[in-house]
């Protein structure tokens, strides 16, 4: 069973936000407020935007509206609101001269702007859309590296009510013109070029390569590394107010990659968004408006946005660093040491990435929180970032969520005793629980099941883009009225909750049930292992067994005796029953830039199928390294 690996202290607990909401209601402990928060999400929901100072221009007449089943509830029915006002021109007027965004580029340049700079920026790149024709729910496709001109072309959609379309900054011409097509964009904001790895890549050259075939681009905007806005900005004065929208007006389309070459349109609206972004940021990250917070993302992950907008509903300061994290392998300590980060970001994958390079000789000591998510833990990467990223005396918010979500379904908050991989429990204000194959709960049997959510939330998407039916056989048909996400998770006797991956992921031995993240876990403990993926394939007797794909750590070399070595040490922590039947070692494995292993394009491949949408592999090479080694 794992172990309790954090336990906040008097001063954690007094500075913590969500104590102050607990004790400002008159709630004895969190998990009382977070009872309270499923039981009456009217009265909650409610209580945290009044806490955290959201903003609401005209006040909502109900909280929520189910009356159409609860696969349809809108939020804060008769309210409207401003995104943009909330993140950054409210800011401007209260502390105009804090820094608001720092960019990094991969090139060692370095710049900042301030709430007020940050605010006339936005202001005048809204006004220059409109002058382009750009009108409330119109779709504008955002394509840019990781830098402040990220949310500045984020906020200026909102500021003038239309919708962006973040897209992955590693795209090539036919991903982009995909969602260019299918979202019906009417305008582009790209940048001449970013660095990656060493590289320069032409980002407008491939959005004009794509706007020839998406009909509905009428123009592209284009910020220059060494030049800025241009005359979209240099001919606007920077006076036109935020507008004011209904709480459910259409805010953000992101797109996900589908296991068919077809992507999901995920539509997310202002209120919602941000009301559920703002009390992630703010109880489960415990982010301050003095906290600097990075995380190694991009727009085109749900994490991008949730950062510009839960970062900025707080006034925080941003970090945007262009390029990739691990190089130099250092990159990212230096970042925190240097700017003095408070609140960073990673997924597990990218922390396996690292680990073998080790930590330099930095200062960490401005970091309060780490916030991990993408996939579930495996027990040494966890507790080597615990420890010698985090001195032992950082807690790590574990959270679960997805694009659909918004947010997190699952996170622990620095306020309550952690145990090691785990995610805490719900996340205030979603009801969640774990079920069996007829919808029964698991919670308190330790068994593993479906994570379900059993009440609607504010921040679920609005539907997928145009496809309503996929979006109700995705998440609600299986047990009407809930949504079933597609994870496998379980709840220990002490309440901790935890996650198996993926429910689609999961592999069936000989009819015993196990999670991909279990054996990779078991693999990765090996030595000469730095990172593994694990899939099924068919077993003509046992249905199907297990295939583990390894990267090496450096100074190993693949062999059949290394291999047996790997496939014995999972058989050990896992029985007999799981030993794998294959270890394949190979260079690497495919990521998303997110630094997510792509698990069902490896298996495809592997069984020497299409592997589906690729758009989102950073390293599709990794993909033909996989199909020589089987």
């Given at each position: 069973m794992a172990e309790v690996v954090w336990t906040p202290d008097e001063e954690t607990l007094e500075r913590a936000n969500v104590v102050r909401l607990l004790r400002r209601h008159g709630l004895g402990s969190y998990w009382e407020l977070v009872r309270r928060s499923q039981d009456d999400p009217a009265w909650f929901w409610a209580a945290a935007i009044e806490d955290l100072g959201v903003e609401f221009s005209r006040p909502w007449e109900r909280v929520y509206d189910d009356s159409r089943g609860p696969e349809w509830t809108t939020w804060f029915v008769g309210a409207t609101l401003s995104i943009a006002r909330n993140c950054v021109h409210r800011w401007a007027e209260r502390t105009p001269e804090r820094v608001a965004a720092v960019f990094a580029g991969e090139d060692g340049s370095r710049r900042e702007s301030t709430f007020a700079e940050l605010s006339q920026d936005v202001t005048r790149l809204a006004e220059g859309l409109v002058r382009l024709g750009v009108e409330p729910g119109d779709r504008v496709?955002?394509?840019?590296?990781m830098c402040p001109e990220v949310a500045v072309a984020s906020h200026a959609c909102a500021h003038i009510g239309a919708v962006q379309v973040p897209l992955f900054s590693g795209f090539a011409a036919p991903a982009v013109q995909e969602r260019l097509r299918d979202s019906e964009a009417k305008v582009v904001i790209t940048a001449d070029y970013s660095l990656r790895r060493g590289s320069r890549l032409p980002m407008r050259e491939t959005v004009e390569e794509a706007a020839r075939?998406?009909?509905?681009?009428?123009?592209?905007?284009?910020?220059?590394r060494d030049e800025g806005w241009g005359?979209?900005?240099?001919?606007?004065?920077?006076?036109?107010?935020?507008?004011?929208?209904?709480?459910?007006?259409?805010?953000?389309?992101?797109y996900t990659s589908g296991t068919t070459g077809r992507p999901k349109g995920i539509l997310h609206v202002q209120g919602g968004f941000l009301v559920s972004i703002a009390r992630e940021v703010a109880y489960q990250a415990d982010a301050h408006p003095e906290d600097v917070i990075h995380f190694a993302t991009d727009m085109g992950w749900i994490m991008g946005p949730w950062t510009v907008v839960g970062g900025g509903a707080l006034g925080c300061t941003l970090v945007f660093a262009e390029g990739a994290p691990d190089r130099p392998a250092d990159r990212l300590w230096r970042l925190v040491e240097r700017e003095r980060v408070s609140v960073l970001g990673l997924s597990p994958t990218l922390v396996r990435a690292l680990i073998h390079h080790g930590v330099p000789e930095t200062d960490l000591s401005s970091l309060r929180t780490i916030v991990t998510t993408g996939e579930p833990w495996n027990p040494d990467p966890y507790r080597w970032l615990f420890e010698h990223v985090g001195g032992?005396?950082?807690?790590?918010?574990?959270?679960?969520?997805?694009?659909?979500?918004?947010?997190?379904?699952?996170?622990?908050?620095?306020?309550?005793?952690?145990?090691?991989?785990?995610l805490g429990g719900p996340a205030l204000g979603m009801a969640m629980d774990v079920v069996d194959a007829d919808g029964r709960s698991l919670v308190g049997t330790g068994e593993v099941g479906e994570l379900v959510c059993r009440r609607p939330f504010p921040g679920m998407t609005r539907g997928f883009w145009r496809d309503p039916e996929r979006y109700l056989d995705?998440?609600?048909?299986?047990?009407?009225?809930?949504?079933?996400h597609g994870d496998w998770a379980s709840v220990d006797e002490d309440g901790y909750w935890f996650l198996h991956g993926r429910s689609d992921d999961t592999l069936n031995i000989a009819g015993k049930r196990i999670g991909p993240a279990e054996i990779e876990s078991a693999a990765v403990a090996h030595a000469a292992v730095a990172e593994a993926a694990a899939v099924g394939v068919p077993h003509e007797v046992k249905g199907e067994v297990a295939w583990v794909f390894c990267v090496l750590a450096p100074g190993y070399e693949p062999s059949e005796e290394l291999a047996a070595e790997v496939s014995e040490r999972a058989a050990a922590e896992l029985g007999r029953a799981f030993r794998p039947d294959r270890v394949v070692f190979v260079p690497g494995l495919p990521k998303t830039r997110s630094a997510k292993i792509v698990r069902r394009a490896v298996k495809a491949t592997a069984l020497g199928k299409d592997p589906g949408d690729l758009s989102s592999v950073e390293n599709p090479e990794a993909l033909e390294a996989i199909a020589r080694a089987v």
């Open positions: 496709a955002v394509y840019l590296p075939e998406a009909a509905s681009v009428e123009h592209v905007v284009t910020w220059s005359e979209i900005v240099d001919e606007s004065p920077g006076e036109l107010p935020p507008l004011e929208v209904d709480a459910e007006h259409p805010y953000l389309l992101t032992g005396r950082r807690p790590i918010i574990n959270c679960s969520g997805g694009t659909e979500v918004a947010a997190c379904f699952l996170s622990p908050t620095p306020a309550i005793p952690i145990k090691a991989c785990s995705t998440y609600w048909r299986r047990f009407p009225g809930v949504w079933v």
